[in-house]
Nanobody, 118 residues
Framework: VQLQASGGGLVRTGGSLRLSCVASGFPMNYYAIAWFRQAPGKEREGVLCIGNRGDNTYYVESAKGRFTISRDNAENAVWLQMNSLKSEDTAVYFC????????????WGEGTLVTVSS
């Protein structure tokens, strides 16, 4: 089982990034895929999740109106589009898979670092 996150980098405040998560080793089409993040010195928090039917769950209010999530089961991929980035979005972003968005995640991938700087 593998979840590979990519797409992180350095971006200016107000800019955009698109993170990718590619899954392998399990039937991703049956799983919810979520993005979590962990900022320096802070606990990990959920950001946004997409269910296996495409329904979205926002875990944090700050993501609403700025972040969107999408999936393509044929490509075993999920994307997190992040717009209007703020310094407080700086974190390592992880993707994870679970039965549903309101369940504990079962599989976790390595993170990708997003740094938002002015």
């Amino acid at each position: 089982v593998q979840l590979q996150a990519s797409g992180g980098g350095l971006v200016r405040t107000g800019g955009s990034l698109r993170l990718s998560c590619v899954a392998s080793g399990f039937p991703m089409n049956y799983y919810a895929i979520a993005w979590f993040r962990q900022a320096p010195g802070k606990e990990r928090e959920g950001v946004l999740c997409i269910g296996n039917r495409g329904d979205n769950t926002y875990y944090v209010e700050s993501a609403k109106g700025r972040f969107t999530i999408s999936r393509d089961n044929a490509e075993n991929a999920v994307w997190l589009q992040m717009n209007s980035l703020k310094s407080e979005d700086t974190a390592v972003y992880f993707c994870a898979a679970g039965f549903a968005c309101n369940y504990d995640m079962e599989y976790w991938g390595e993170g990708t670092l997003v740094t938002v700087s002015s």
